[in-house]
């Protein structure tokens, strides 16, 4: 299974991340945060409150014509419409701050565009910045609803996604749960969330390594292997530069 995986990564190589059998060309892969960036951080600056939860209820209940409906959000509801990605999750918003992160990894999270308002360190300081490296360090902060940060890890967490940027998004979902668990089992590359293939022109081989490991399991379990997965190996990384 593993020599059918197709390992390349691109310009930073393979994923530092794997499943048993996964993609990765190394024998005893790092976690994921401990790969090709160094010395760079994620900080979660705003996420949503039980007031705005409040509010995003409102405007689901607005659409059904329940407007005096004062039923709180239960984390139930919340899981639900978080993954049907109705319209009131837009209402949801997360502020992200990514220190010292390489300008070319900022890019890629600039691609996304709906949704979401970046602010990025200039390099207007540099009078010969058209000289400055591509990983030259930046400060990144990221204005982002829901709707848009559940479709940015479906790109940037895809094991074709460029290694550092896979890491920098693992990160930031790590963080996330750890402010609210509510999050676990949520965020995933597109062929483990509802798309179940995938769509990329040469496949990493992943999905398909996925469906032979998890086929004697429940879908439910399935879809949540890779993030539980990814939480855990985070927080093993955080107790290990913290001893």
């Given amino acids: 299974m593993y020599n059918s995986i197709d390992k390349n990564r691109g310009a930073h190589g393979d994923s530092s991340f794997m499943l048993d059998g996964l993609p990765s060309s190394r024998e005893n892969p790092l976690p994921l945060g ?32 329940k407007f005096n409906t004062p ?3 239960t984390d139930d509801w919340k899981k639900k419409i978080l993954r049907s990605e109705h319209s009131p999750i837009r209402t949801l918003m997360f502020t992200i701050l990514m220190k ?9 999270f600039v691609r996304h565009k709906y949704g979401v308002e970046h602010y990025v360190q200039s390099q207007r300081k ?9 990983d030259a360090p930046v400060t990144h902060i990221m204005d982002i609803n829901a709707a848009e940060l559940l479709f940015m890890a479906r790109k940037r967490l895809c094991f074709k996604a460029d290694i550092a940027t896979h890491e920098i ?4 979902v790590y963080e996330i749960c750890k402010k609210d668990d509510i999050y676990r089992g949520l965020f995933a590359p597109a062929c483990n969330c509802n798309e179940k293939n995938c769509r990329e022109f040469k496949p990493c ?14 879908i439910s379990e399935a879809e949540n292997r890779l993030d539980d997965e990814i939480f855990h190996r985070m927080m093993e990384y955080e107790k290990e530069i913290k001893s």
């Fill in 126 to 134: 540099n009078p010969e910045r058209g000289a400055e490296r591509q």
């Fill in 34 to 65: 401990m790969g090709s960036v160094k010395n760079w951080s994620v900080e979660i600056l705003r996420y949503p409150t039980e007031e705005d939860w409040k509010r995003c209820l409102l405007f689901a209940r607005a659409t059904q014509g």
């Fill in 100 to 108: 010292d992160i390489p300008y070319c990894n900022s890019v890629h």
């Fill in 205 to 218: 081989g992943m999905f398909s390594a996925l469906n032979r490991q998890l086929k004697h399991q429940a």
């Fill in 169 to 172: 998004m693992a990160k930031i």
């Fill in 71 to 73: 039923n709180e959000p």
